[in-house]
Each structure stands twice: as C-alpha cells, then as structure tokens.
C-alpha cells in the first residue's frame, strides 16, 4: 500500500515545436524539478521536453514508466501501487488525462487513494473553443470520428442537428494526414450557414484559427495536411 | 472598418485568490504588458488580477469595456468595429469564451475578421477533467443543471445514462450556494457504483479532486457549500 499523501501530479507538455518559454508556467517548472518518476506517452518526447526546460535535472538519473493506450491495466496498478514517492504523468502533447491514455492511470491512482494535482498547461481542445466563438457553455468533445465515408457523414449530420438543437458546441479531429478528407466531409456534409471553426498548429508561429461558415470555407479552402487542427462546429 | 492585423488576446485569469505567481504564464505577462484595452466580465476583478501580476503597468491609463452576459450584441459589435489597436479578453475567473460571455464577442471578433489568440491558462473544468481519471476521449460539459427539483432529477438521470452507455464523461456545475444540494441530488439520483468527481477549489491550497463511487461518497460527505466545484460523471 502507499504510504499517505503521496502525489501524482498531471504535468502538461508543450503542442508546439520551441514554445516552452511561452506556454510552461512556473508551476510545471517546480513540480519537474521535485519528481524523479515520470508516467509517459512516448518516453523520447517526455525526455526530450524535460530536457528543454533546462532546470539542470540528469535525464539519466530519471525514472520513466511507460504509459500508452496498449499498456495493460495491471502494470500500471502495479507502478502506483509501489510508488514511494509523488510522481508525474506526462501526455505526447498537451494535457494529460484528455484524449491520451493518461486518464486509466488517473482512476487507479484514486483507488488508491492516491491525491491527484492537474497543473495549468496548454490544451489544443480548450484553446480551440476559447478562440471560436462558438458557445463555451455548453460543449462535448467527440475525439476521432469514423474513418468510414458513410458512417462520417452520419457522424457529422449528428453533429451538427445537435449543434443546432441543442446549443452544443460540438468538437473533434483527426489524425493530421487525414486532416483535408475530413474538413472536405465537413464541408460536404453540412448546411452552407453552419459555423466551422478550423484551429490549426495552435500555439505555434503559424497558429490559425477561424471561424467562418460552410460556404465561406468552401470559397477558401485551407490545407490542413499534416498541420495539427481541431475542427468545431459551433 | 479595422485595419489588418489587429488581434484579440483571450487572457485567462486566475480561479483563487493568489495564485498568480504559480499559474499564470510568460504569454500572459506579455500580452497584459503590452495592452492597453480589456474587454472584461468584471471591471474589478479584472483591475485587481492586472495589478496582483506587479508589470508596472498605470491601471488608471487602461481602457476597461464592460463584457456581461447583459452586454447588448450592438455595444460589443461598435467596440469592436472601432478597434485601432490589439485588445484583450478577461473572464472573472478562468479562460474567457468558455462557461463565460467572452464567447459572443470572439464571433463577432470572427465576422470582423480580427485575429484572435488564445493564451495558455487555468480553466477548472479542463483541470477538474485531468485529474478525474474519468474518460478524457469523450466528454461532454452542460454548464448548470434544472433548479428545479424534478428537471433536476431528470437531468441528472441522463447524463448517468449518456456517461454509461455513450462512455461520455458529463461535466457539469451549480452556483457555488447550491452546491451542497447539487451533491445530493445527484447521489440521491445516481446507482450506487456510477463514479462521481467532485473537484473543489481548484488550484487553491486547499483543493479538493476525488473520484468516488456513489456508494463511497455517501459515507462520506464533504461539505461544498460557497466552494467553486466542477462535478464530473464518468
């Protein structure tokens, strides 16, 4: 069992290529230099970030525990179970806990009666509807639609009945290579009124978000290959 | 008309009282550094967060415009329109343009065609979902819940029944007066092994962030009244 009080603390990263200096605050700074145990995604973009925010820690002398959407359910109980010590959970980008893996460790960790602190950090998702304009007070995030043509269509005509009906903002993406076929379905499928609002590469130099309606988007048509984007439909 | 270029700054505040120093970034600093127009929920609020971040800025040569919910669409349109320079949006607690009326002004932001940026901030529902442990791949957030008793119930027996069978997280939230109430609507309403989180005081040193059974928190009520609470069903 754990001794009391230990911590595991929901450490965001960075979504963009150099924008730590910017968008990691001195919260996230703090709790990486204290913790020598991290739960990651992927272990070369964690190492690679702790690295960035050169606070002098010897990645080498780290403790990284591999948490992927594969990882069985027994190892990271096992993990948490033998902690001695408070403990980090990193995410490939953005938050943990929110689209990734890191939530399965999260309910276990309250099992075990385990606290849990989330730190401030950036979010594609919650940037995204907070540059919309589209109504924030009321929203569902759906992840990944189906890659299915037939089943898409469906999938957005849904979308955008319960946008309209219900006042929802409603939320979602796509692996970037897919990203054009998406927004073509999007653009397709929907009434030319409709607001979309595409939000692409957010946080980096290049960052894009707009929103614009159906037949607006369709007389300009952004590339969104391989460019990070969340899609809104508002 | 405005010129090209100019921006809207979606600015996050902070959700308890000094904590700036922890949560609030560099990107924020910056953007308050160089704004002299604010868009603001709360005059207030907004004059005291600005001062508590010490950038030497004369709060007296700053331009406050009144954002509420009340705000007419026209008011908000005309001050828009006359834009010269980059502005900012500040919500009296959290990220503007979510659960806030900053949302209203970023559309009409959009139509105008100005940029508008999202910085990196606290928002309770994004960090009450983090550390919940509950299904980040879908979720969905209602805002506030029916008062009245029965709309109440009857809410709350959907999104168990969404939570469930669509495996949606549903987030909502209540006035914090009524908070108490709320909670026990909900496990007086719930099955004993739906998962509940409570997230209270978020980012406070006093915060709160337990996910329960119905079951567990019945034998153990915290007491919520007047403390801001997202709650989650997952």
Redesign the interface.
Same mark, same amino acid.
Do not use: N, W, Y
């Given at each position: 069992m754990n001794e009391p009080g230990i911590a595991i603390y *929901?450490i965001p990263t960075i979504l963009a290529e150099d924008t730590q200096?910017?968008?990691?605050? /001195?919260?996230i700074r703090?709790a990486i230099s204290r913790l020598d145990v991290f739960f990651v995604e992927n272990v070369r973009t964690a190492r690679r970030f702790i690295s960035s925010l050169k606070l002098g820690k010897v990645i080498d002398n780290l403790t990284f525990i591999e948490l992927t959407k594969d990882t069985p359910e027994s190892i990271t109980w096992e993990a948490l179970k033998n902690l001695r010590q408070d403990a980090g959970i990193i995410s490939e980008a953005g938050? /943990?806990? @929110? #689209?990734?893996p890191?939530?399965? #460790? @999260? +309910?276990?960790?309250?099992q075990l009666g385990l606290k849990? @602190? /989330?730190l401030?950090?950036? !979010?594609s998702i =919650? =940037? #995204? =509807? *907070? #540059? !919309?304009?589209?109504?924030? +007070?009321?929203?569902?995030?759906?992840?990944y639609l189906p890659i299915d043509k037939a089943l898409r269509k469906k999938a957005i005509q849904t979308l955008e009945r319960d946008a309209r009906q219900k006042q +929802?903002t409603q939320i979602f993406m796509e692996t970037p290579f897919r990203n054009n076929q998406l927004l073509e379905a999007v653009l397709e499928t929907c009434m030319p009124d409709t607001l979309v609002c595409i939000a692409c590469n @957010?946080?980096a130099a290049d960052?894009m978000?707009?929103?614009?309606t159906v037949k607006s988007w369709k007389a300009n048509l952004p590339d969104l290959h391989k460019k990070p984007t969340i899609f809104i439909i508002g």
């Open positions: *929901m200096e910017r968008v990691i605050g /001195p919260q703090e938050c /943990p806990g @929110v #689209a990734d890191g939530a399965a #460790a @999260v +309910q276990i960790a309250h849990v @602190v /989330p401030v950090g950036p !979010s =919650l =940037l #995204a =509807l *907070m #540059a !919309s304009g589209t109504s924030g +007070q009321s929203f569902a995030f759906h992840g +929802q @957010v946080t960052e978000i707009k929103t614009r």
